[in-house]
């Protein structure tokens, strides 16, 4: 765990949590930036009562954007260039996480429509999810999901789904240094979804005591949507 991490859960243990001066970075830098009280409340995801530690430290330096990103390599001299391995465009941590057209932006596309599949299974005139790079940064619950799906626990699994997409993801960018020619196949960024819903609903089986019978059943109809994408491409 990062000493930023665990300084930070001793400040939330005292009630003692202040502004994240990543909050004024992101004002000097002009990156898109929530209101104060929304950007601390994000912060309390050290004290997930669910995720796992690595998970929630992967989230606490994406608020803190100490994620480490070519681009920061590049300024740091570690690297010769900035560039993201699959699009070309310079890679910071936004666009590793929610605007590579040639990766992530498409795996929350991929995410939203299985997600809007679990919202139509309740309401079949429901909107479409779409999946906002607020959700993904800073924790936010997904717009409409809520209003259709009035379930905690499945909301709750939601969020928990995005930590680990975002987990899965740098985790994928990092892997190797090799540069890819277009956009990853839609066969290949299913089957990383898909390995992220399988353990998520091994995980809720793994907790379930009486309880996430409906998020094993939301996980389980999203499960369905992407392997059915994969078998029929």
């Avoid at 990156?31 to 601390?40: A, H, T, Y």
């Avoid at 599949?117 to 809520?146: C, D, E, G, H």
């Amino acid at each position: 765990m990062s000493q930023q991490y665990n300084k930070a859960c001793k400040k939330i243990d005292k009630g003692r949590i202040g502004m994240a001066s990543a909050y004024n970075k992101r004002l000097r830098d002009r990156v898109d930036v929530p209101l104060k009280e929304e950007f601390n409340s994000a912060f309390l995801v050290v004290k997930h009562k669910y995720l796992p530690l690595k998970t929630k430290d992967n989230s606490f330096q994406t608020l803190n954007r100490t994620i480490w990103t070519n681009s920061k390599a590049f300024k740091s001299g570690q690297r010769e260039d900035d560039k993201c391995r699959f699009c070309g465009n310079t890679e910071t941590m936004e666009h590793m996480y929610y605007l590579c057209q040639h990766y992530s932006n498409l795996q929350w596309e991929l995410l939203a429509s299985a997600v809007s599949v679990v919202v139509k299974k309740v309401n079949m005139n429901a909107s479409n999810i779409y999946i906002t790079y607020r959700n993904i940064i800073f924790n936010t619950p997904i717009k409409n999901l809520f209003h259709y799906v009035k379930d905690k626990d499945v909301n709750i699994m939601m969020a928990m789904l995005v930590h680990q997409i975002c987990r899965k993801i740098y985790a994928f960018r990092t892997s190797s240094d090799e540069t890819m020619d277009g956009e990853i196949h839609i066969v290949r960024r299913a089957a990383h979804l898909l390995e992220t819903l399988q353990k998520m609903l091994s995980y809720l089986n793994y907790l379930k005591s009486g309880r996430w019978l409906s998020a094993i059943e939301a996980i389980e109809t999203m499960i369905g949507h992407i392997e059915n994408i994969i078998s029929s491409t």
